[in-house]
């Protein structure tokens, strides 16, 4: 995480004055991103041989780590990974390439924002989601309505959320000092820096979940903070 926001931290004046921008002068290395599906792989391993799930989408797949772990664990999985930044798939796609399962995985280009732009084969998988992405697209003023475009989109799809607990800055102030709360600090703090979504609590989680018109049937606490929706 560190090593993926390192341009950032290198020019927080400039981002603060308004000299950079990020997104244009200042991006991200999204290829060292992925603490968050590596944290919940196990989790989803487990759950999806309790349904008997074989095929998903990973929605901000990155590097596809988390299609790797699910191919190795089930056999017969298929996955398709969505992914925005155009390096990161290349990277991908060499590792998929080198693998055992160049013929079960793939990774294409598409926005997180726009489940209706996807090419049509990443509909029809049984459960798609997407670990510390979708707060990102809070950004968006109309991201009740882009949450509940997915399930315009995916209809007969189950839907896993995993994000962090992340409080609100009023509530960040009352944890003790710990780790995590530098932990926390630093995840709030890159993304104001960033201009991206901020991360939110598990209660708004469930909140705009409800709102855009998904029913939540079950929530699971990962330590740290991570909770699967």
Known sequence: YLLAYKTVYESLAELLNGSKIYGKDVVRDAT???FGGK???PFLVRRFKELGIKSALDIGCGV???LFALAEAIPGFRGIGIEIDKATIEYAEKRI???PFKDSIRVLEGDAAHPEFFPPEAKTAEVFFGVAVFHELRR???FIQVLGEYKKHFPRSKFFLIEFDTPDW???LKISETSLRYEMAQYLLTHH???QGLPQSKEE???NLEKSGWRVKAVHDLPPQLTVF
């Open 193 to 195: 820096f960033t201009e």
């Open 32 to 34: 060292r991103l992925g």
């Open 205 to 207: 989680w469930m909140k």
């Open 39 to 41: 944290r919940s792989a």
């Open 140 to 142: 968006d003023k109309n």
């Open 97 to 99: 390439n080198a693998s």
């Open 170 to 172: 009023d509530n960040f």
């Open 64 to 66: 596809g780590n988390l």
